[in-house]
């Protein structure tokens, strides 16, 4: 094992693309790191968004509706193993904050042990199951033949996906989200121009936007995996020390397994929400569903904010600076806060026009400026919800944001449409404010628990 002992003062060289985050202006590294965050999020959007141009363009509105009814499945098991690779970034931060490079070491190893054993069991499941998927969603039987076929290949490459994000996970957890940014942006310009080539050139329909993914998401994959085992720096992937060691494995479970439950839940929890807006007929569902794409825009910025809290804690809990970790944590609940005051102020100004970039339908826009002038506002209480896990998270501690977030989010938000639609007044109003309900409780919640647990015994 003697080639642990690489000497540490290596990491402070201008070569190194790792970010020490424990020490230096506290603000100006949550912003640096936040960027290419924030940056390959939007990429992440276009991503979908061209697939969707390209079917509904070129191929079939059956395909498109394919593609629209598999988001749902893509993207449960897609937020499942993000969660599991903020448990590897967390546990890998805490290492590098503490200088602990064997415990590091192992980290990485595991973590990469890890994603190959869940990669072949989800491509096994997946691809096995996608049929009775598609009908647990009902979906239409027109719809079925192209869903299957996108779905089945989909499966297939998955694991590409899952090796480009626990990747991007370990770089994240050493404070590299440059490099991440920028196999994203390439692998996102291949994906555009072969769905292009496949779909027109070649006429292979779905499975060519399929094919077009999974071959983006495998140069990804390479690209990651590449850079792990060639680089000379602190997490260097080596394969022959490749495997399972049993207590790393557990701490990054303990970190991400709750935090995958908890996105999972949530995002599947949305599709009941859903269903109470389609009692109001289809302006109000189109209305609802402009005010959903908007919303995942504004949610960028606090996302981006709340992972770099991850990295940011978890390397300063590593290192045994409390105190700057919560500084850093308010650092970044404030800069989120800022930022989505100021878009959330401009959408409620230009609520109907910023609703008419995706229909002309008068009645549509009337609801979609209806649900982002009632919610949008409160989105700002939702930053200190997402920061403030993202830092519980980096402590270690994701199962209470777990617990908290599934309380409001699903159960409390539940109750609340259950009650509010069936004992006072079914209205859109009524119903819009499922959300901001959920946001509230989770605020008050979260800031006691964080107070409670953290900042009260330092008094």
Not at 434 to 454: A, D, L, M, N, Q
Request: proline share 3%; net charge positive.
């Amino acid at each position: 094992m003697e080639r642990h002992a690489i000497h540490l003062h290596h990491h402070h060289h201008g070569s190194s693309t790792a970010r020490d985050m424990t020490s230096g202006p506290i603000l100006a590294q949550l912003v640096l790191f936040a960027i290419p965050l924030l940056l390959g999020n939007v990429f992440q959007l276009l991503y979908s968004m061209v697939d969707t141009l390209v079917v509904g363009n070129f191929v079939s509105t059956q395909a498109l509706a394919a593609v629209g009814s598999t988001t749902m499945i893509v993207n449960t098991i897609v937020f499942f193993f993000n969660g599991l690779s903020i448990g590897a970034t967390v546990i890998i931060g805490q290492n590098y904050g503490a200088k602990d490079e064997d415990t590091l070491h192992i980290a990485v190893e595991t973590t990469m042990a890890m994603t190959f054993i869940v990669s072949v069991i989800f491509t096994a499941i997946g691809v096995a199951f996608v049929g009775p998927m598609l009908r647990f969603m009902s979906t239409p039987e027109d719809v079925i033949p192209d869903a299957t076929v996108y779905l089945r290949i989909y499966f297939a490459g998955i694991s590409g996906l899952m090796i480009y994000n626990m990747g991007s996970g370990i770089l994240r957890a050493v404070g590299d989200s440059k490099r991440p940014l920028y196999f994203l942006i390439f692998t996102s310009i291949v994906n555009t121009v072969l769905d292009l080539f496949f779909v027109i050139v070649l006429h292979a329909g779905i499975a060519g936007v399929a094919y077009a993914t999974i071959f983006a998401q495998f140069i990804s994959a390479f690209l990651v995996m590449l850079l792990l085992t060639r680089t000379d720096d602190i997490y260097k992937l080596t394969w022959r020390d490749l495997r399972l060691n049993m207590p790393i494995f557990r701490k990054i479970m303990s970190v991400g397994l709750p935090t995958a439950i908890q996105s999972t839940i949530t995002g599947f929890s949305n599709v009941f929400v859903q269903s109470y807006v389609n009692v109001f007929g289809s302006a109000c569902m189109a209305g609802w569903s402009c005010y959903n794409k908007l919303d995942q825009f504004i949610y960028l910025p606090m996302q981006s904010l709340a992972n770099s809290a991850t990295t940011f804690v978890s390397q300063n809990i590593g290192a045994k600076q409390e105190e700057r970790a919560n500084r850093g944590t308010s650092g970044a609940i404030f800069m989120a806060m800022g930022i989505t005051a100021v878009i959330a102020a401009a959408l409620v100004i230009f609520a109907a026009p910023a609703t008419r970039i995706f229909t002309k339908d008068e009645a549509v826009v009337a609801y979609g400026s209806l649900f982002i002038r009632m919610n949008t506002l409160f989105l700002i209480m939702n930053c200190v919800n997402h920061v403030l896990a993202g830092a519980l998270r980096g402590r270690g501690d994701s199962k209470a944001p777990m617990f908290i977030m599934l309380g409001c989010f699903v159960v409390l938000r539940q109750i609340y449409l259950f009650v509010a639609t069936h004992f006072f007044a079914n209205t859109e109003i009524i119903v819009g404010l499922g959300y901001p309900v959920g946001w509230t409780s989770c605020f008050i919640v979260e800031v006691s628990y964080f107070w409670w647990k953290y900042i009260r015994k330092r008094k």
